[in-house]
């Protein structure tokens, strides 16, 4: 059997008394797109923070491939390919779009330099309809185009797992079919990805599975139209019928 391309082993995060992330385990398939979802203070951006090193785990363990990772620095982690979006988005506002992609090629995984990274920046941002907007200071642009150079920015490092944090989020209805699309095609290309979403429609459409997580617990784990049927899940979601 192959070795998975994430595996998180009974990983835990604590901030003093409070355990946001609670004894966690799962696995991500290579070139699968899995879904964490889960209601809001589930502990989910925390998860993505253990995997991309933003914090370090309490106790357990994450291994990329065969390799641990938890514990490593972020810029460690992003350099053994891992790769990821923000819920709030993180861009360099005095630089332009070009420059700001060009910075995933540079300082992530693929280390790019020069015209190599220039180009592949330039065809990252015409993906992701902005090759118009490339000398453009990213402060000039809207919410939504600074989400879209974020996701550009962490594609050009050529991730080996891509860590996806409410990307769709904000977005209207044209555009977020836009996004779906464009997740789409990159799971299409064998893509690794965890994608955190509100959005049920973008899950139902991209996911193979999806884990749910509430107060920090994982609470089902499995094939999307199953799991979002289940009863512990609808619960978490809607609440008790008592409590309404």
Same mark, same amino acid.
């Given at each position: 059997?192959?070795?998975?391309?994430?595996?998180?082993?009974? @990983?835990?995060?604590?901030?003093?008394?409070?355990?946001?992330?609670? +004894?966690?385990d799962?696995?991500?398939?290579?070139?699968?797109?899995?879904? =964490?979802?889960?209601?809001?203070?589930?502990?989910?951006?925390?998860?993505?923070?253990?995997?991309?090193?933003?914090?370090?785990?309490? %106790?357990?363990?994450i291994?990329?491939?065969?390799?641990?990772?938890?514990? *490593?620095?972020?810029?460690?982690?992003?350099?053994?390919?891992?790769?990821?979006?923000?819920?709030?988005?993180?861009?360099?506002?005095s630089?332009?779009?070009?420059?700001?992609?060009?910075a995933?090629?540079?300082?992530?995984?693929?280390?790019?330099?020069?015209?190599?990274?220039?180009?592949?920046?330039? +065809?990252?941002?015409?993906?992701?309809? =902005?090759?118009?907007?490339?000398?453009?200071?990213?402060? %000039?642009?809207?919410?939504? !185009?600074? *989400?879209r150079?974020?996701?550009?920015?962490?594609?050009?490092?050529?991730?080996? &797992? &891509? &860590?996806?944090?409410?990307?769709?989020?904000?977005?209207?209805?044209?555009?977020?079919?836009?996004?779906?699309?464009?997740?789409?095609?990159?799971?299409?290309?064998?893509?690794?990805?965890?994608?955190?979403?509100?959005?049920?429609?973008?899950?139902? @459409?991209?996911? !193979?599975?999806?884990?749910?997580?509430?107060?920090?617990?994982?609470?089902?784990?499995?094939?999307?139209?199953?799991?979002?049927? !289940?009863?512990?899940?609808?619960?978490?979601?809607?609440? +008790?019928?008592? +409590?309404?």
């Open positions: 059997m192959s070795t998975p391309a994430l595996t998180v082993n009974a @990983a835990r995060k604590q901030f003093g008394g409070l355990v946001a992330v609670n +004894d966690v799962f696995e991500v398939r290579e070139g699968e797109l899995l879904g =964490l979802i889960g209601p809001n203070g589930s502990g989910k951006t925390t998860m993505l923070n253990l995997i991309s090193g933003a914090l370090k785990p309490t %106790a357990g363990e291994r990329l491939g065969a390799e641990r990772i938890s514990g *490593k620095s972020p810029h460690e982690i992003a350099q053994k390919g891992v790769a990821r979006t923000f819920q709030l988005v993180r861009v360099l506002p630089m332009s779009a070009e420059r700001n992609v060009m995933g090629a540079v300082f992530g995984h693929a280390r790019l330099w020069g015209d190599e990274a220039r180009d592949v920046a330039r +065809d990252l941002l015409a993906r992701v309809g =902005l090759e118009k907007r490339a000398h453009l200071p990213v402060s %000039a642009l809207t919410y939504i !185009d600074q *989400k150079i974020e996701l550009a920015r962490a594609l050009a490092s050529n991730p080996k &797992l &891509l &860590l996806l944090d409410e990307w769709l989020a904000g977005l209207n209805p044209s555009e977020l079919q836009i996004g779906i699309s464009l997740i789409e095609e990159l799971g299409n290309e064998g893509r690794t990805i965890i994608m955190v979403e509100h959005v049920m429609d973008a899950i139902r @459409a991209l996911c !193979d599975r999806c884990v749910v997580m509430n107060t920090g617990h994982k609470i089902a784990e499995g094939e999307v139209g199953a799991v979002l049927s !289940d009863p512990e899940v609808m619960r978490a979601y809607l609440g +008790d019928d008592e +409590d309404a």
